[in-house]
Structure formats: structure tokens, C-alpha cells
């Protein structure tokens, strides 16, 4: 688990376009994590409204840029970013010194899976090649996920509970729940195991309900219709169940991969590719499952290191 601290210098720096590829990334992050109408941390030294519109300017001010005839004004597309959150501190009655503002991260790298406990009581079950962000205020609790994870939410109908992920977001009171949306999905995939959730789309602002036993699929823009699924079918592999379901073989390779931590190389023609494969494995062994895909598919294989090749 890392702690990554925000302050109003890297929050400056980050405007003026200075801060470092990892600064930059960090400070994104925590954005989307926190609510806009918020305020943002205030500045630890005592100051009024004056030097406090006086600094404003200085992290949003036009950046000058000069062509060959003409002097251009410029904004830092960073500096765009933040004049909301500065403006809700700016229109403050009073500034308070709230210091910094923690954002924690969980990372899992392929062949990895992670449960681990979240400061409000929350649990998280990450899968392979997954990781979140996330932060718990006295308002809310949000994370932002990248890959795949189960959920076990606890209860607390004051401080709603949110998954964003680039599709759109999830909103919950209490409940069990898997979220997938790896960034090589065109989608987000939710699965309800108990409770209820809402889930709406990035650029949309109506939701749609799940409760126990329901499923769901969405883009940035649609949602598709609901369906159906036995609650011992979600996340599988937060049991150690390795489940593919009528997957080509790209889909299937590269879920080996994350499972196992391993390279597979694919050397076979076009129609085997977009052969669907099924089957469950549980407590897989890496040979077992490259056995009974190449076996399936009339497929050979070859083991080297961490590196398998598959071929006619």
C-alpha cells in the first residue's frame, strides 16, 4: 500500500506545468477521486482573501507562448483543471488549515490476487494485474478502479460508497459486488451478490438498478439490458477458479497471462484464434490449463521459462 500526499505546492506546481510524469499522475488521480464542489486543501500558512485571489491567479495564469509574429496567451490545460477547486476554496468565509490529503493505492501485478481491509471496515479482493485508488472522507468514500475487483462493502447509508472506472461509476450503500474494467476492455462489467447497486455510465446521468443476481455491462455512453447470473458464478476467482466462458483465444492468453505472470506468444491461423473456448479449472496449474486449451483447440505448445509459445 503506498500513501501519496497532496499539498497546495505540488497542487501549484502541478498547474504551472513543472511537476514531475509521476507528480502529474498522482495529482490526476486524487481529482478524480475527489468531489469537486469540495474544497481543496488550504495553504499552511494563515492568509486572507486578498494574497488567497493573489495566488489563484498565480496557479491559473495564462502561460505566454510566442510565434514567429505575435506574442500568444496560452492556458495550461492543467491550470483549466483546477480554477474549480480553487474558486470553492477561494469563496470560503474563512480558510482553515486542513493540511494534507492522504490518497492510498492497492496494486496487484499479473500472477498476484490481494484481500485487504479498507480504513471504513470495507473489503477488497483484487485480482491479478488490478489496482485502486481511493480515499474516505467524512462525506463519502470513492475508488477508482483499474482492472478487477470484489467488493464487501460496509454499511453506512451517511457516506455513500463509489467505484469509478473509465466507463461510468457504481453507487452503493451496502453490498457484495465485482466490478471488471481492465484497460483493454471496451467495458465495465458489474455483478450484484447481494444488497443493491446503481450503475450510469460516464456521460450519462441516469442509472440503472441491480440487486442480488444481476448483471450488467456499460460503455461511456450505454448500458446494456440486465441479465441474470447464479451469485456462485461472480468472481471465481476470488476463490482460486480459473473459469473461461466461450472466449476466443486472444481473450483466453491473455487471461493466462494475468493469472500466472507469464508471456504467451500465439503462432496459429486466423479461424483458431476466433475458436470459443470453455472450461473451469480450480486451483490451476499453468500446464493443466495450456494442456487442455491446446488440447481443445488442436493447438501445440512449448514451455520456456516464463514464456509459452502456441502453434499448429
Known sequence: MEENDITPELLREYAKGTCSEAERIQVEKWLELENPEEPIPAFSEDINK???????????APVPRRSKNRQVWIWPAAAILLIVPFLSLFLQQSVEDTGRINLQTLEVGPGQKLTAKLPDGSQVQLNSESRIWYSISDKQRIVVLEGEALFDVAPDSLHPFYV????????VLGTSFAVRSYPHHSHTRVDVRSGKVACSP?????????????????????????TRIATTQIAPWSSNILVFDQESLPEVCRKIERWF???IH??????????????????????QVIESLC???QLRYRIEE????IFP
Open 306 to 309: 516464463q514464456n509459452i509459445y
Open 50 to 60: 486578498a494574497a488567497l485571489a493573489s495566488r489563484l491567479w498565480e496557479a491559473v
Open 202 to 226: 460516464k456521460n450519462k446521468t441516469a442509472a440503472q438498478v441491480l440487486t442480488k443476481g444481476e448483471s450488467i455491462s456499460f460503455d461511456k455512453i450505454n448500458a446494456r439490458e440486465k
Open 164 to 171: 469509478k472506472t473509465a466507463y461510468g461509476k457504481v453507487r
Open 266 to 287: 500465439i503462432e496459429s491461423s486466423k479461424d483458431r484464434q476466433q475458436a470459443n473456448f470453455r472450461s473451469r479449472f480450480d486451483n490451476p496449474s499453468l500446464k
Open 295 to 297: 488440447y481443445s483447440l
Open 261 to 263: 505472470g507469464v508471456a
